[in-house]
């Protein structure tokens, strides 16, 4: 039987990555990176991840292509909820149906960073000569707790970060 190994290079996480922890959804936040950022961040896609047992979650993905410097953002939440499967929606007609409650389940796309709320990717040529500015005009929206630059070499669930 053939054996297959995911080969992840040191390539594949050459981006700067910033978690973001924030109490406000998604939406504001991309616009509000938008703005002190002057990119326009856009929902292009949804992430499917199921690292769960029978549970696909999915993340939204906004990304903006900076075609003058060659940079690329992408903006992901690090919580998600449950995407329900189709043999979870169907509907019972017993007795008991009218109680049966559905459980927001939820999971994160890193896990072991439990206070970061998005995260913001970063690639391109020569994004690290931004890193700083990037981080600065990020300091400037209100709404944001925290900031903190995170080198994906040292997460386990780095893999995740492969999309």
């Known amino acids: 039987m053939a054996k297959y190994v995911l080969d992840t290079k040191a390539d594949d ?7 973001i922890g924030c109490n406000n959804n998604q939406y504001v936040l991309a616009n509000a990176i938008n703005e002190v950022l002057q ?12 690292h769960k047992i029978g549970k696909e979650f999915k993340f939204s993905f906004y990304s903006f292509l900076d075609e003058e410097f060659n940079i690329e953002y992408n903006l992901i939440p690090n919580r998600s909820n449950n995407s329900q499967s189709s043999e979870d929606t169907k509907v019972a007609s017993d007795l008991f149906s009218a109680f049966n409650e559905t459980i ?50 040292n997460l386990s669930s780095r893999n995740n970060l492969i999309f």
């Not at 996480?13 to 978690?19: A, D, H, K, P, V």
Request: aromatic content about 12%.
């Open 104 to 153: 927001d389940e939820s999971s994160r796309l890193i896990p072991e960073l439990t206070k970061t709320d998005f995260l913001l990717l970063v690639k391109g040529d020569e994004f690290y000569h931004y890193s700083y500015k990037i981080t600065e005009a990020l300091k400037k929206i209100q709404d944001i707790i925290t900031i903190q630059e995170i080198i994906p070499d």
């Open 39 to 50: 990119i326009d961040l856009q929902l292009e896609n949804y992430i499917d991840l199921s």
């Open 13 to 19: 996480f050459n981006f700067l990555l910033i978690g």
